[in-house]
């Protein structure tokens, strides 16, 4: 079992910045992917970043190129979202999730551990 706790979300003026955290607690952080996801009002769960157990590897969502940046701490069991030159159209339910897969990690199904969320609000 593995419990994740998401912060840091909040107001922020569009072209501002927000930096997310996940505390993990549980099990074994370290050997886990870890994924960054979000929702909108009346939208699906879409991705928006993911990093390796190793952080050798990073993945982005096209909506967050280059404007966010996602890092993990293993030893402090916490994975961060820095959001920087943020849009409206980032308001959203930003959730983070654990995965014990190697590859696919931009895929919803490939989650089995997901945290409660944390709002987001971009004003414009």
């Known amino acids: 079992q593995v419990q994740l706790v998401e912060s840091g979300g909040g107001l922020v003026q569009a072209g501002g910045s927000l930096r997310l955290s996940c505390a993990a607690s549980?099990?074994?952080?370290?050997?886990?992917?870890m994924g960054w996801f979000r929702q909108a009002p009346g939208k699906e769960r879409e991705f928006v970043a993911a990093?390796?157990?190793?952080?050798?590897?990073?993945y982005y969502a096209d909506s967050g190129q280059g404007r966010f940046t996602i890092s993990r701490d293993n030893a402090r069991s916490t994975v961060y979202l820095q959001m920087n030159s943020v849009k409206p159209e980032d308001t959203a339910v930003y959730y983070c999730?654990?995965?014990?897969?190697?590859?696919?990690?931009?895929?919803?199904?490939?989650?089995?551990?997901w945290g409660q969320g944390t709002q987001v609000t971009v004003s414009s």
């Open positions: 999730a654990a995965s014990s897969e190697r590859w696919k990690l931009t895929m919803i199904r490939s989650y089995v551990y």
């Open positions: 990093i390796t157990w190793s952080g050798d590897r990073r």
């Open positions: 549980g099990r074994s952080f370290s050997s886990d992917a």
